[in-house]
């Protein structure tokens, strides 16, 4: 990172080049990667930003131009990313980069497009994850493009898990779908009746397949399960009508009904039949667990791309705002800079921006985690056949055992090579990473969506009126009102709140936090300009009140960390998440520009982008310490109860004789005295006497250290916002409006 002088020198010359992001975002050595963004990207900002310019968004219908774009994918290699090259796919191995980049670039343009694109990944997800070998084979075959010489359509799927109300939203185990036997010859696969209703359901308008949770309705089967569903099986396939919804409107959404008999061979994952009964070999929350844990990735780097994707059309929009009057003669500088002369609006855009990069950097680090796991995970189901570990108790203490193991390993110094084990070791490196996924997952939905929908509406905002129309560039007011559903589908912020405040506590996550602070500091030794010192004292606050919380009771004595208790879990799960993003930021920022120096492609303008990216971590780490110090302070002292003028409240205070006689031999005393109990009973006019913090001094003593590190943030925010008044940036953006 720069220092002090190297920033005056160097400043950011033009947006971000696509070789910058790959080093980011750790796409540099991946050249199909590379070659996928490029061709989704001529679809996004072809054949999408044309429809959505043309009102293709005006129709809750399943258009010709909507479908049109299905084959846009097909022939850009879109559909084919989720498979295998066997099985008709582009490239082998794990797809959660690969499918985060795809969505990345579609939802530059329209969150709908990108959407219709992952609704049929997130279809055959199941079958991806539990799916057996056969179910497998046969539905990524039949979804893939077709190949050349072939002539048939690639079958579409849509996912199906919400019912209408009251059953399945956020409580997904409040299933009415059901399912029941019908036929059962002996010697042959069970036949089975599906009844489901699905509500908001994506790419139903043209959905071949669909993948659908139900619940037994017969005593000879055990429990839920998902069941894949065709469109030409016997019975109904009622797609429904569309929903009217006022985002998204290139996917399809709707409200279908389904009565169809099927073979037992649907159901995902097969199953065994033990006394006359049907066990399917996963139920439905095992699935939708193990398919959702990596598509809410995609959909938190989506809203990413909104917010960075803001900024080009932001800035032409502020610079020419004043052009043409008589007052804005050219070569002034109500000419040249427009609105950008005005501070405010750079130190908007900068947050804007600085949110931007935080949320997509934590999204990308999200997918590649995933990218890690999944060949673990793999290697972890052939190392429990191989140990003959089956049943889900033998496992659980297999993998406890392992948790204990790697945080004795994480507390260790660095360099001590004992550590290596983490990653050698199977057992360590899954429990590790997996603890770290099951983080990072549920932080990229909940902050990216959530606090993204929140910047987006800043981001319509600086473009005044204009924003809220059908002409701003960028289609902005649109993305505002998109982000808002991708803070809602694959499970509103509750569930990841919910699902954060159990995954935080896991003593191996936590043992990698402590090693994030002690990272932290160091970045900050070295590259002071980050933000690094701050977060790592956020990050201390952060840890300190959450030990706090799991030891403490408020004013009535009942427990403060429980579940139920989601005033107190949720709120620090938010803060948790403002941590992650600003660490992801800072660590991106640090690879390209120790990657980048060794890239000649880049290495013009390398500093200046360098130093305007660390200004933004800067601005964005004082932010999150800044969110991180107002939650928990709330959360630690706001469950006492305040002290009042009562008996009780009073005991501590002095009462005015008492300082009346010791002023007597110490002279002055009175002026010290606070919450003063006068002779006839009167006190100060305020909520109560004072509140003693002895116990929370600690916390206290972070808050004003954390204070003190936010030094020099406004610096740096003031010269990102310059750095973006100097931006050079193209004449007109590159897709229409
Ligand atoms: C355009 C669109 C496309 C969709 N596509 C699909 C699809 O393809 N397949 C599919 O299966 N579903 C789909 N959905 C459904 C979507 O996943 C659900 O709408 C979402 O999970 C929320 O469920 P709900 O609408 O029933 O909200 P509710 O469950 O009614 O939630 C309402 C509010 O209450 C809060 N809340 C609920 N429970 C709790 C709790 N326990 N604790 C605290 N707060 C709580 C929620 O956070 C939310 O703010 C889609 C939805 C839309 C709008």
Known sequence: MPTATSIERETLRTLPSDAARQLQWGFADLYDLQMLVQSTRAVARGPVARLVASGGRNSHEWTEGKAALLEAFDGAGITAVFMNPEEGGLFAGPKNLALALVAFELAWVDGGAATASLAGCLALAPIHERGTIQQQSHYMKLAAPAQPGEDRKPWRGAFCLTEPIPYVGVDTGMLNGKVRIVEWQTGEDPVLQVEKRGRFITNI????????????????????????????????FDRGTPTRKMVHQLSSTGDPIFNLRIPASRIVGGYEIKDGVIIPRYSHSEVIEAVFRRTRVTVGVMTSAKLLSAVEPIVRYQRGRFRGAETATPGSV????????????????????????????????AARTFDELDP????????????????????????????????????????????????????????????????????????NTGWGAQMMREAVSLMGGYGITEDCPGFLGNKWMDAQLEATYEGPEAVQRRQLSVTMTNPVFLAQFRGWIRKMRGIASEHPGTGAC???????????????????????????????????????????????????????????????????????????????????????????????????????????RHPAWDEEGTRGCWHQDELNDLEAIMPGINSYGLDVIGQNGSHPKKAGPCVNWASQQPFLTLQTKLSGCLTGSRLAKDRAADAISKLMIPEALDYPA
């Not at 659908?212 to 399960?225: F, M, P, T």
């Not at 003959?388 to 507390?411: H, M, P």
């Not at 300190?544 to 139920?564: C, I, N, P, R, V």
């Open 534 to 640: 701050a977060l790592a004292t956020a990050m201390t606050m952060w840890l300190w009140t959450l030990e706090h919380l799991q030891h403490s009771k408020d004013a009535e004595g009942g427990k403060l960390y429980q579940s139920a208790r989601q005033g107190v879990t949720f709120p620090l799960a938010d803060a948790l998440c403002w941590l992650v993003a600003a660490r992801c930021q800072i660590l991106d920022v640090l690879r390209l520009q120790e990657k980048g120096a060794e890239d000649a492609s880049i290495a013009e303008g390398l500093p200046g982008l360098v130093n305007f990216l660390t200004d933004l971590c800067h601005v964005q780490s004082a932010r999150a310490s800044g969110e991180v110090a107002r939650i928990c302070a709330e959360l630690v002292f706001g469950y006492n």
């Open 334 to 365: 109500r000419y040249q800079l427009g609105l950008q002369a005005r501070e405010d609006s750079l130190h908007r855009l900068t947050d804007i921006w600085a949110t931007g990069e935080a949320s997509a950097s934590l999204g990308f680090a």
């Open 376 to 447: 673990l995970e793999k290697q972890m189901d052939s190392f429990y056949a191989d140990r003959g570990v089956t049943g889900a108790k033998a496992k659980s203490k297999l993998l406890r055992d392992a948790s204990d193991r790697a945080v004795a390993l994480l507390q260790l110094p660095a360099g001590d090579e004992r550590k290596n084990a983490l990653n050698s070791d199977l057992l360590l490196h899954f429990v590790t990473l997996d603890s770290l996924a099951d983080v990072l997952c549920p932080a990229a939905k909940l902050w």
């Open 205 to 236: 308008g043209f959905a071949n397949f669909v993948t659908a949770a139900v619940d037994s309705d017969d005593e000879r089967i055990k429990g839920s399960c998902m069941v894949i569903l065709e469109e030409g099986d016997p019975g109904i």
